[in-house]
């Protein structure tokens, strides 16, 4: 096994900053992780308090931000991973956003409902 794997699988996130162009990710191991806010669409259009408003997940080996719908790994940032959601996706909650409908942690939305039982056609 190589050495970068398993740093990749025990660095664990301990904090979250930001900047207008920068996302920085102090790990555990006392590694900073610097990498460009362009590299994550969603934190870019985001304002400067929903991007502070962020939990570890997962022990810390991901960040969550509720109020852009956004979770990041720390393996992906060390990969040199962007984003992967595609173009259509990130439209769609532009779109939400600018309407207003966008979710935050401050106004949650309603409570997801357990699905109905499964019905089979009749043949």
Excluded: C, Y
């Excluded at 962020?54 to 040199?80: F, Q």
């Amino acid at each position: 096994m190589s050495t970068s794997g398993i740093e990749v699988r025990e660095a664990v996130a301990q904090g979250v900053t930001s900047s207008d162009e920068a996302l920085i990710v102090d790990l555990a191991d006392g590694r900073t992780i610097t990498v460009p806010l362009a590299w994550f669409p969603r934190l870019a259009h985001g304002t400067p308090t929903e991007r502070a408003n962020w939990r570890l997940i997962g022990g810390g080996v991901g960040i969550h931000w509720p109020d852009l719908d956004e979770d990041i790994s720390v393996e992906s940032l060390l990969a040199g991973r962007r984003s992967g959601e595609i173009q259509t996706s990130l439209r769609r909650w532009l779109h939400a956003r600018k309407a207003g409908r966008h979710r935050s942690a401050t106004a949650p939305g309603p409570r997801p409902q357990a699905p109905g039982p499964l019905r089979r056609p009749h043949p």
